[in-house]
């Protein structure tokens, strides 16, 4: 697991920036999934994260990785070096003086292995042991590390995979159909004006499959080539065999080289006057078109882990690249049906399209069968379900923003709301769902005790669909500032037209506690407000339960 902390958030949004955080946000918002990881998963192996921590790089934290990893949480396995990570003690942080000094003061905080980026830190342990500038015994405790974990893998006994095993795996049928479902449940419905989506494939002749993002494969930073994958028009031309016509326009560019791939350093905005003829000729497609399918987004040499200045991936806006919006408006204002489609890797502040376009759907990088996945659901084959994992602001303006928010977050802006685009959790279906009231097992619970909450769900659509339904808590009085709400449960139900389900979710004392002043991990008495519902702003029922002494 990685990156161990804080590397999530970092100042100014910026690759390897600080973590600007006290220690009770770090515990309790960065730390604590990596706790979950090593007390629940037993987790064997951590990367160091390249940022600092009040101060302290994360390869020299002592506290980070031998005090609250290993003493308090108890983990057992391996801290390994990010790509570089010892030598940027020295050209980045300066907190060693050479490479020497950053292994000696990495190992000593805890890391155990090191990922060498040019020639490595690691072997100049060796004239430091010798000259008694380190103990034997810190070098002897990483080794042990590192073999304790691999004897218990079984890698002395079987120390080499099935080559073979990747001709009958690697894009068989069953993976293949694991990643369409993968595709399909990922898709999230952001918008769908007049219940434009799905649309019926008996009532289209010609559809236009229009923007940069259509017609080539997005799988996303990591992926390496060669890739393979259907891309959204071939999708949609497989679909549309013997039933419609798709013609494709290509609309604008997001980067100068559409080829460029990840690994590229290259990075520069579109001409713009090419862009003005693509626009023009994207206008005459969709005027011949029933429906128009947009595609805009970002590609992966916009979205990108930014490893050094000659290769950046951060942006200091979240609106559309280059002349998208201009491309959007242009084939809005042809008056046709238009249905947009985001491949990207972050939010988007897609202010004109939310107000404007018939319907907008959120893929991110949905993987290899992208292209069939986006045609299952546009035509009702497959019903949206997906939920935004993250909430799309307005503007940068707006940023840090969070559905989980201190009480004195609320403030609106002049000329301006706080409220985001869409919501954490959000996502829309092509069916409808009823909640019930919710009961509780206990409305009072004792210290350590838990409790239950049960809720029905009912489908009051006409078709089948899925619904994630989501469990809030607030803590209503707390000596130590608590969010508005934390997610603490969801539970993705399938449902056919007026079934009915019950869901219980069970609250547990680790599900009410925080750090206090003393930095103790506690429950205190007093109420807590349970909320229930699709999203976090879309909270159906409400009740409460109280912890007492």
């Known amino acids: 697991m990685k990156h161990f902390s804080g590397h ?24 604590y999934p990596f706790e979950c990881a090593v007390k629940e998963a037993k987790v064997l192996s951590i990367m160091a994260s390249y940022n600092e921590w009040d101060g ?22 391996y801290v390994v070096g990010d790509l570089g990570g010892m030598e940027e003690l020295v050209s980045i942080h300066h907190i060693a003086k050479d490479s020497a000094n950053a ?127 259907v891309s959204v028009l071939e999708g949609l031309k497989r679909k549309g065999e013997g039933k419609f016509n798709v013609q494709y326009a290509k609309g604008c560019s997001i980067t100068q080289d559409i080829g460029c791939f990840w690994t ?33 987004g970002e590609n992966e040499s916009t979205c990108r ?28 204002e042809t008056d046709k049906p238009v249905i947009v489609l985001l491949i990207n890797g972050r939010p988007l502040s897609i202010n004109y399209l939310a107000k404007n376009a018939d319907a ?32 799309f602001p307005r503007n940068v303006g707006q940023l840090p923003c969070f559905y989980n928010k201190k009480p004195s977050r609320h403030r609106s802006y002049v000329f301006d709301d706080d409220s985001p685009l869409f919501p954490f959790g959000h996502g829309l279906s092509y069916t409808t769902f009823e909640y019930g009231k919710i009961s509780l097992e206990k409305s009072k ?17 006409k078709v089948k669909g899925d619904e994630v339904v989501q469990l809030y808590i607030r803590d209503k009085v707390s000596s130590v500032t608590r969010p ?3 997610l603490k449960g969801f539970a993705r139900v399938s449902l056919l037209p007026a079934q009915k389900t019950k869901l219980s979710f069970i609250i547990k004392p680790s599900h009410l506690q925080f750090f206090d002043v003393d930095m103790k991990r506690v429950v205190e008495s007093g109420e807590f407000e349970i909320m229930i519902g699709g999203s976090s702003a879309d909270i159906r029922q409400r009740n409460i339960f109280e912890v007492v002494d």
Not at 145 to 169: C, H, M, S, W
Request: proline fraction near 5%; hydrophobic fraction near 40%.
């Open 8 to 31: 999530g958030g970092p100042e100014n949004g910026t690759n390897i920036a600080p973590a600007p955080y006290g220690e009770h946000t770090m515990r309790e918002n960065y730390l």
């Open 56 to 77: 302290i790089p994360s390869h020299a934290n002592k506290k980070l990785l031998t005090d609250i990893l290993r003493k308090e949480w108890g983990f057992t396995g």
């Open 103 to 229: 292994a000696r003061i990495s190992i000593e905080a805890g890391v155990d292995l090191e990922l060498v980026k040019y020639k490595g830190c690691v072997p100049s342990l060796i004239s430091l042991v010798k000259e008694n500038k380190m103990s034997m015994a810190s070098l002897d405790t990483a080794v042990a590390r590192i073999l304790r974990v691999k004897i218990r893998l079984g890698l002395f006994e079987n120390p080499y995979a099935d080559p073979l095993k990747i001709q009958t795996e690697i894009n068989s049928a069953s993976k293949k159909a694991l990643a369409l479902e993968a595709g399909e449940k990922a898709i999230i419905m952001l918008k769908n004006e007049s219940s434009i989506l799905p649309l019926d494939i008996s009532k289209i002749k010609n559809m236009a499959v229009i923007g940069p993002n259509a017609a080539d494969i997005h799988l996303g930073g990591y992926s390496f080539e060669p890739r393979s994958g």
């Open 264 to 296: 590229c350093d290259s990075n520069k905005l579109p001409d713009a006057n090419s862009d003005r003829n693509l626009i023009n000729e994207a206008v005459k497609t969709a005027r011949k078109a029933d429906v128009v399918l947009l595609v805009l």
């Open 305 to 332: 882990e930014a490893w050094s200045e000659s290769h950046r991936g951060d942006r200091s806006s979240l609106d559309l690249i280059g002349k998208q919006n201009d491309l959007a408006q242009a084939l809005i």
């Open 360 to 391: 907008i759907l959120e893929g991110f990088f949905l993987g290899q069968e992208t292209g069939h996945a986006v045609a299952n659901v546009i035509f009702g084959e497959v019903n949206p379900s997906g939920k935004l994992p993250i909430t």
């Open 445 to 461: 619970i004792k210290q350590g005790e838990s409790t239950k909450v049960f809720i029905e769900v009912t489908n009051t659509g």
């Open 484 to 486: 508005v709400m934390e």
